[in-house]
C-alpha cells in the first residue's frame, strides 16, 4: 500500500517577494528533495514526479522561479541575478525546515542548483543534475520572442508564434497562463543565464558532494557527451534513461522517480 501524500501550497515571502510553493509529503519522510525548474517553466513540471517521489517517501518542494508563473515580479532586476535566485532556493529549504535536502536542477534548473551548491555546500546531501550541462551556450533562443520581449508584447508574441507551435501540446493552457504571467525581465535574465552561465563544476567537485547526473537518451539540449563528461569531473553517477528526450519528468515520470529514489536513498 502506496503512502498517503499531503500537499500543501504556500506563498511564501523571501526579500521582499512572495514565491509560489508547493510541497508533498508522506507521513513520515525518509528525506527532503528540493526540484528546480528549468527555462519557462514552473513548478507544474514536476507534478506527477512529485506525486511519485513523495509516494516513495521523500518530502518535495516545488516553485516558481522568482519572477516566473505565479511567483511575484521584482522592481530590482537584480533580483534575477543567479546569486539571487540561488538564495531563493537556499532560504525556501530554512523556511520549511529542511534538513540536508537532496537538490535537484533540470535544465535551467541544473545551472541555478550549481549555484547553489557552490553557495552552501553543506547543507545538501546530494546534487542532482537532470537533462543540464555545465555552462551556458551563447547561440542559444536567437528566436524571435526572445529579441525585444516586454510584458506589454506577451500577448502578441503568444499568439503570433508561441501558440501555432503548441497547437495539439495537451499543457497549451498551462504554457499560455504562465507565459502571460511571468514577468518579461525576470525571463530575459533567465534567457541571458542560459546562455552566458559560467560553470561551477570544477568548483564542486572540489567539495565532493554526491552527484548525480541524469538524462534522456534522446536529450537534444546540451549535447551529451558534455554531459557525460560532466559526470566524469562530479565523480558523479550517470544515469541514462532509455526512450526519453529532454524532460524524462513528464516523459516517464515513473521511471524518473524510481531512479532518482534509487540514488537518494544510497546518498541519504
Known sequence: MSNPVSVLKEFVEVR??????????????????VLVHGFTGSKED???????????????????????????????PDDYSMSSLANDVIELSKYFGFRNPHLFGHSLGGLISQEVAFLERNMWSSLTLFCSGPGGKNHWFDEPQFKNLTNETKSDIWREIIAPQNFDNPKKDLKEKRWLASDAVSTMALHS???????????IAKSEIPAHVVYGELDDVWPLIEQDE???????????????????????????????????????
Open 193 to 203: 543565464h542560459l546562455r552566458n552561465f559560467e560553470s561551477r563544476i570544477s568548483e
Open 16 to 33: 521582499g517577494g512572495k514565491l509560489a510553493t508547493i510541497i508533498k509529503a508522506p507521513p513520515k519522510p525518509i528525506a527532503d528533495v
Open 230 to 268: 560532466m559526470a566524469r569531473e562530479l565523480n558523479a553517477q550517470l544515469s541514462v534513461l532509455p526512450g526519453c528526450g529532454h524532460c524524462p519528468n513528464e516523459e516517464n515520470p515513473e521511471l524518473t522517480a524510481q531512479t532518482l529514489a534509487n540514488f537518494w536513498s544510497k546518498a541519504t
Open 46 to 76: 514536476f507534478t506527477d514526479l512529485s506525486q511519485l517521489l513523495a509516494k516513495l517517501g521523500f518530502r518535495v518542494l516545488t516553485f516558481d522561479n522568482r519572477g516566473q508563473h505565479e511567483s511575484s515580479h521584482s522592481t530590482n
